[in-house]
């Protein structure tokens, strides 16, 4: 979904509110709102990505070509895969051997990833783990597990939730997402005019859509 229809999204969200509020934006300069809205859009995307519910759906998915993807091995006795510049989190990651795909990565000081650097406890094949990690340049990568350096590292899929780029607009998403970021983008607009019942009542509308929960703001 292109910004253009974000936008228009959000100026309707605007609109109702004003009717059924009294809390009309409509003495600000159009131009200026339009580009408030624009400069917030991307705000908007990361709270909901990192506020929405266990099971709530996707948000700004982007699926990397497993040809372009160099798994080598690390030190600690896993795969390690450099993440791209706009990762956020991962949606589904598979290595050729795998019997099953990993959708969630563990931090780095978790008794997850103790247990993948150990090679007694790591994890197999029928339930592989994934461990957020930097490489010794300061990159942040994903550790593998299993993984063996004897063994072609082919990547079956990768896919992750993105930064926003205006440019792009927003893909892959799930229902009630674009909702959620356009509800959000309406509550942080409103806080920037210090109209703040107003602000508190989209972002209630934001998180119902996307299953999130009041106070993580």
């Known amino acids: 979904m292109g910004c253009d229809e974000l936008l228009r999204k959000v100026r309707l969200v605007l609109n109702e509110a ?33 506020s929405k519910g266990a099971g709530a759906g996707r948000v700004n998915t982007k699926s ?9 091995a690390n030190e600690t006795g896993g795969g390690e895969l450099i993440l791209p510049d706009d990762f956020v989190g991962l949606v589904s990651l598979q ?38 990690a ?30 926003f780029d205006v440019a792009e607009g927003l893909n892959g998403y799930d229902d009630g997402m674009v909702d959620a970021v356009v509800y959000e983008c309406a509550s942080l607009l409103y806080t920037m005019f210090e109209r703040y019942d107003a602000a508190n009542a989209m972002l209630s509308l934001a998180l119902a859509a996307c299953g999130g929960q009041i106070g993580k703001k």
């Open 95 to 132: 290595l050729d051997g795998w019997l099953s795909p990993v959708h969630q990565m563990f931090p780095h000081d978790s008794n997850e990833a103790a247990w993948q650097r150990n090679e007694y406890t790591r994890a197999g094949i029928c339930k592989p783990v994934c461990v957020e």
């Open 134 to 163: 930097f490489t010794t340049d300061g990159n942040r990568c994903v550790m593998l597990f299993p993984f063996s350096g004897t063994d072609v590292a082919n990547v079956r899929h990768f896919v992750y939730e993105a930064a």
């Open 18 to 50: 004003e009717n059924d509020n009294d809390v009309s934006l409509l003495s600000v300069d159009t131009r200026q709102l339009d580009d408030s809205i624009m400069e917030l859009l991307p705000r908007a995307v990361s709270y909901i990505q990192k």
């Open 64 to 72: 990397v070509a497993p040809s372009g993807m160099n798994v080598t």
